[in-house]
């Protein structure tokens, strides 16, 4: 099924499995079980999340019984406010994140202006109330829910929502088809290791935060990207540049492969944070 809802699109993946698409900003997901729904991600402002809801009461009328945070960035998980009756779920260091940096986040998105500002200013920024460190099974629906984290990657606190039976995973903003992540929260060369323990997970599709919906080999691509990044910033530390060479050539490197990628200019970010990591080690 394919319904239009607005500028959102519902693709079912797979019986009761649903990816909420919203081109240019965050998806979510939308399981429907026998006696309740989950949602993965509650979007950046309230108003956001009670059109996920309205979304959410087009498919089913049973109560949202959990919300899972994919991380704590802001348009993933400033909208759990709006759903006081539901669990939210999150990696442990999801929860330490929101608690001493999520003001830090509010100040930086409002301080760089966007359309959203004013809203933000009034979000109570709820962590998840139930964390966990390695994985966590949920056995939701007559389905298997697998809460897996695989290493510190876009933040400390990304989880997957993999669904073993049906052959999905979400991977909220570790992986994209096709376009580039925000880096500057992220653990360069972890990332490269969670990208393959992502991999060695099996499944088909993924949804991600942001973007289509990918098939596996797209995520290979993803790490590979990751993995150029970070070694072209390597070679540039060894070769005696500063920051904004740096940016430079590893940008000159990948342009013929990675150019077309969405977000592609935020590459020089990305390097920036390599090379801080690499210039601390
Ligand atoms: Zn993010």
């Known amino acids: 099924m394919t319904t239009t809802t607005g500028q959102t699109e519902i693709v ?4 009761g499995v649903f990816a909420r698409m919203h081109e240019g900003l965050t998806n979510a997901g939308i399981l429907v079980g026998d006696d309740g729904v989950l949602v993965i991600d509650s979007l950046r402002v309230p108003s956001f999340a009670r ?3 309205k979304d959410v009461r087009r498919l089913s009328d049973k109560p949202i019984r959990y919300v899972i945070d994919t ?12 759903f006081p009756d539901s ?4 990696h442990v260091n999801c929860r330490r994140e929101l608690e001493e940096l999520g003001e830090a986040w509010r100040e930086n998105v409002i301080a760089r ?3 959203w500002a004013e809203e933000l200013r009034t979000v109570d920024i709820r962590p998840p109330s139930l964390t966990f460190d390695s994985r ?11 809460l897996v984290y695989l290493g510190r990657a876009h933040t400390s606190g990304d989880l997957f929502v993999h669904l073993p039976d049906d052959g999905v995973v979400f991977t ?57 990044l970070v070694s072209g910033t390597e070679e540039a530390v060894r070769d005696g540049k500063d920051v904004a060479a740096a940016g430079e050539a590893v940008t000159a490197a990948m342009q013929e492969r990675f150019g077309g990628w969405r977000g592609f200019a935020r590459l020089t970010e990305g390097v920036g944070r390599a090379y801080r990591e690499i210039a601390r080690a």
């Open 172 to 228: 909220g903003d570790v992986a994209q088809d096709g376009g580039v992540p925000y880096m500057l929260d992220g653990y360069m060369r972890d990332w490269i290791e969670t990208d393959a323990r992502l991999m060695d997970l099996p499944f088909e599709r993924f949804v991600s935060g942001h973007g289509p919906i990918g098939e596996k080999p797209a995520l290979a691509e993803a790490r590979e990207f990751m993995a150029a």
């Open 136 to 146: 966590l099974e949920l056995h939701f629906g007559g389905r298997r829910v697998d």
């Open 113 to 115: 202006g966007n359309e």
């Open 51 to 53: 059109d996920l809801i």
């Open 12 to 15: 079912e993946l797979a019986d």
């Open 71 to 82: 991380h704590g960035h802001w348009d993933h998980a400033f909208g759990n406010q709006e």
């Open 87 to 90: 669990i939210i779920v999150g």
